[in-house]
């Protein structure tokens, strides 16, 4: 593995689509501040932050989804492993009724 994982951005885009996608998940979460986001010229992807040797999937939970967050995570993950060949830490940040 590299010194740092790389996501291109079409790779991205395609991630933060299918984790909004994962049943129990209501969006992506930015941060407090909006820290949470991958850069990219006049873009950003919120809600995922590459780390030197991990990609942090950080999370609203749809508090109607009766599952554990255990199972929502690991979905989280499976949805994420085709895409990005790198350990993915999956962070619940926030939580509301209903996706967005």
Known sequence: MSASVFVPRPTADRLAAAIRAVPGVADLHSGRFGEVALLY???RVTGLRRTADALEVWLVVDLSDPRPL???AAEVRATVAPLVDAPVTVCFA???EGAA
Do not use: N
């Open 94 to 96: 926030d939580a509301r």
């Open 41 to 43: 010229p006049r873009h």
């Open 70 to 72: 255990a199972d929502i």
